[in-house]
């Protein structure tokens, strides 16, 4: 069973910071720096600050995914 995994990913350029949910964070990572990705493609190059397991399933990721992108959210971001 695989699980889902929130991620945190912060513009080198910008500062902004853009929060997903992915299997495999490593490769959409890769996937936002290479410009494949419309909403992060003018604010590379960008670095990995943030990981969360949120085990199998979606329903329960995607709730964590809006808290990260929520204002309390993202303000705790910031200070990582």
């Not at 996937?31 to 670095?47: Q, Y």
């Given at each position: 069973?695989?699980?889902?995994?929130?991620?945190?990913?912060?513009s080198e350029r910008s500062g902004r910071i853009y929060v997903g949910m992915s299997f495999d964070p490593?490769?959409?990572?890769?996937?936002?720096?290479?410009?494949?990705?419309?909403?992060?493609?003018?604010?590379?190059?960008?670095?990995?600050?943030?990981?969360?397991?949120?085990?199998?399933?979606?329903?329960?990721?995607?709730?964590?995914?809006?808290?990260?992108?929520?204002?309390?959210?993202?303000?705790?971001?910031?200070?990582?």
């Amino acid at each position: 069973m695989v699980n889902y995994i929130v991620y945190a990913i912060k513009s080198e350029r910008s500062g902004r910071i853009y929060v997903g949910m992915s299997f495999d964070p490593e490769r959409r990572l890769k996937e936002h720096n290479s410009g494949k990705v419309f909403s992060t493609k003018g604010f590379r190059p960008w670095i990995l600050v943030f990981l969360e397991n949120c085990g199998p399933k979606r329903t329960y990721a995607r709730k964590r995914e809006k808290y990260w992108k929520s204002g309390i959210g993202k303000e705790k971001l910031k200070t990582k």
